[in-house]
Every structure is written in C-alpha cells, then in structure tokens.
C-alpha cells in the first residue's frame, strides 16, 4: 500500500491512534473490544521494534503492515460509536471534546434542544419536516431509519427485514463522532426525503426501488466523513505530495466506504434479494449518483439544469408542446429524468437547514460552524492555507453567512422544487422566514 507518510511518521500516527484508544476508551470497551487493543497493541511493538532494528526496511514496513494505520482507525471509528451507541451524537460529540480539549465556538453553546422526546415515532413524526433529530441516540435513529423502509409499503422490494436492519446498524457504525456530518445528519437528509415523497407527486414520479435506492443513499452519503471538506484533502494532498483526483474526493470516499460495507459481510448485501441484474444496477446507479450529487460544486449546474427543466414541463402542462420542450419536460416515462429527480432531491435535502423552523435550523447551523472552525485549526496544524471564511468571528458575522448561503443556494433550490410539486412549496415559504428573522437579527 502507497503511503504519504515517511516510515517513522506512519509508526507514529499508529502509536498515536493506539495512546488515544488507550487514554480515552480503554475502560468502555468490553471484554472482546480489550482483547483487540491488546493485539494491536502487541502488532504495533513489533513492528516499531523490527524497524528501528532495521529487521524490516521501509519498503517492508508498508508492503507487509500498509494497512494496519487504516485497520486501527477503522476500529476506533466502531469502538467509538459502540461506547456511544445509546448517546445522542450531540452528547458523544460534548464528550470528546471535553476529553480532547476542542474549544467550543461561542455558538455552539446556544444549541436549543427542549423538545420532549417521543418514546414510540410514529408516522407523523417522520412525515414533519421540522423534526427535532438531536435529542435522539443513535440506536434510536437506525431504528427510526429502518421504519421508514415500513411506512413506504414496498411490496416489491424483497430485502427482508432483518437484512436491512443489520445494513443500517452497519451504516451506523461507519460515521464518526464530529458535530455536523455524522449520522443524526444522515437520517435527517433521509427523513426528509422520505416526507416529500409521501407528501408530493413524486411518490407516482419514481417506482419502489428507486426510491428505496434514494433513501438507502442518504443514509450512507457521508459514510466515515471526518468533519473537513472536499478543500481541505485537495490542500493536504499537494502539502504531502499524494497524488489523488480533486474530483469529489469525499462523495467518492463515502460511496466506496458504502460498497465495502456490502462486500466485506454477505447478510449486508441487499443486491442478492433483488430480481434480476437490471434490478441490481439501477440501485447501484442511483445510489452511487445520489451520493456524487451531493457534492456542492456540481451545485450550479444542477440548479441551472432543474431550473430550465422545469420551466419546460411547465410550458408542456400548459398546453405549449414541440419537440424542444418534450424532450427537456420532465417524464416518468424516462429513466434518466426519475434518477435526475431523485438525485435532485437528495442533494436539496442534504443542504435542507433553512427550511426547518428557525431554532431547529438554528441547531444544525451551529453545529456545522463548529466542525468548520475545527477544520481551521487542521488546516493550521498541517500547516495549508487556512480557509479564512470558515472561521468563527462573530455573531452579525455568522448571520450574514446564513442569509448568504440560505438565499443564494438553498432557496433557488427547493423553489424549483416547489414548482414541480406544489405541496413542498412550504419548504421555501420557510425558508424566506427564516431570511425575514436573519435580516431582523443582523438589524440589533
């Protein structure tokens, strides 16, 4: 395995991994977990002994242990998420960063989170596009996330129960402890999905497999996301030399992170349950594209695409047909168009904040100014060009952040929306309230 450290640098990075491990978590793992440590531990030994006696060169070091870095911070992701497993990610996010020493942004601190918690969801809750996601553990959430799968009734989706379930606690278990893009973010985005599909046309738009296909998506589109950006692995890429695409690096890392979870454990693998290959590579289609479309720089384009689309299918429902506005109108009859929907509709619900109520959008908007400043200090530490407009100033700052990102990227976005399915218009009437209460506030 290729490796951008320098053989001293890559024992270090595995000494460091292994002391926090052994600092942080050591007395929450069970008994299994601790037997692990012990072997990592004893690997690591060996390996820093065999090199610094010069029993193993560099070249032997990373043929022979390449992986091992990856494999102990694969384990630390799980461990992680299983000592937090019934913890808020709101609360496991509190923790390590009380044990890791992170400083809080000021706003951090203003999290409303007085919601009462419902011991049984039912589908009125999943169906509320203003739901309250922090107040619930992870194991909540999954279970949440596999009764969506219950209330769309897919009778022609064969993936049993059980099959599905283990999938999505897998899924789980492959995000990280970070403030903003850890599961509790993914569920969201799926939720959401699933409430504009029950409550709009675009349940008659799409068939059954393409919208679980969507929502499958979205709960593993920022799979082992590690709270810093597409910018930040361009920028230390060229710092150290890895010759790498700058073309969606995380979509891609999510999207593979997700195929491995299949192909490393068979009952994972949904594919076997489904009828035919045709079957099988449209799911794979529009999941691995629902999850690239999730990638802010193909923002623009996409917007300028849906907003010319929909201005056709308008002018065709009007009664004004040629053959230029038939073959750019929407059609379910096309299967390009139903994944270019649904691939829409992901990338829109991923960025869907500003449509909740203001506290609730409020919430998740200090959460992802936390992890943006924390990406800062990083930048800094690894000694890149810091990403100045990430960083926390102030209050009137902030906001006007807000109303920039809200008005010039969300809201263009879910008005087109609106006008393709008129009973989620009220997701951009909310919008432009929370641009009213943004103004307001930058106004004190």
């Known amino acids: 395995m290729q490796n951008n450290k320098s053989a001293t640098e890559y024992l270090d990075s595995i000494g460091q991994q292994l002391d926090f491990i052994d600092q942080y978590y050591i007395q929450q793992a069970d008994q299994n977990d601790a037997q692990v440590i012990q072997k990592f531990k004893k690997v690591y030994k060996y390996i820093d002994e065999a090199y610094k006696s010069n029993f193993i060169n560099d070249d032997g070091l990373f043929s022979v242990y390449g992986f091992f870095l990856q494999t102990v911070k694969k384990f630390k992701r799980k461990l992680e998420n299983r000592i937090y497993y019934d913890k808020t990610d709101y609360e496991a996010t509190l923790e390590k960063f009380e044990r890791t020493q992170t ?27 203003n739901m309250i996601h ?49 599961f509790t973010h993914a569920f969201q985005l799926s939720q959401l999905l699933f409430s504009c599909y029950m409550k709009s046309d675009l349940k008659k738009f799409c068939n059954q497999l393409e919208i679980f296909s969507a929502i499958l998506a979205g709960l593993g589109h920022d799979l082992n996301h590690k709270g810093v950006n597409n910018m930040y692995k361009i920028k230390k890429s060229k710092k150290f030399n890895i010759l790498t695409s700058e073309i969606a690096v995380l979509e891609n890392m999510h999207c593979a992170t997700f195929f491995n979870i299949i192909q ?23 999941i691995i594209t629902s999850i690239l479309a999730t990638d802010m720089s193909k923002h623009a384009k996409l917007l300028a695409k849906l907003q010319k689309r929909v201005e056709c299918t308008k002018q065709f429902d009007q009664g004004q047909k040629n053959d230029l506005i038939d073959m750019q109108r929407f059609s379910n009859d096309r299967l390009e168009d139903r994944i270019f929907i649904l691939n829409i509709m992901v990338h829109a619900c991923d960025i869907s904040n500003p449509t909740m109520k203001f506290n609730n959008y409020m919430n998740w908007s200090y959460l992802l100014t936390q992890e943006f400043n924390d990406q800062t200090i990083k930048e800094a530490k690894i000694g890149v060009d810091v990403t100045g407009f990430l960083i926390y100033k102030d209050k009137p700052t902030y906001y006007g952040g807000q109303m920039f990102f809200s008005k010039s990227l969300v809201l263009p976005l879910w008005v087109q929306i609106g006008e393709l399915y008129p009973e989620l218009k009220y997701l951009s009437e909310e919008i432009n309230k929370n641009l009213e209460i943004l103004q307001q506030k930058l106004k004190q």
């Open 103 to 129: 400083k809080l942004v000021p706003v951090y601190k203003d999290l409303i989170l007085e919601a009462q918690k419902q011991e049984r969801i039912d589908l009125e809750t999943l169906l509320d596009s």
């Open 134 to 182: 922090h107040i619930y553990t992870k194991k909540e959430l999954g279970q949440f996330a596999l009764q969506l799968f219950d209330f769309l009734n897919l009778d022609q989706i064969k993936v049993p129960k059980e099959i599905l379930g283990d999938l999505i606690n897998e899924i789980v278990m492959n995000y990280n402890v970070v403030p903003y893009h850890n």
């Open 264 to 286: 490393l454990n068979r009952k994972h693998d949904f594919f076997q349950y489904m009828s035919n290959d045709e079957e099988k590579n449209l799911a794979k289609r529009l």
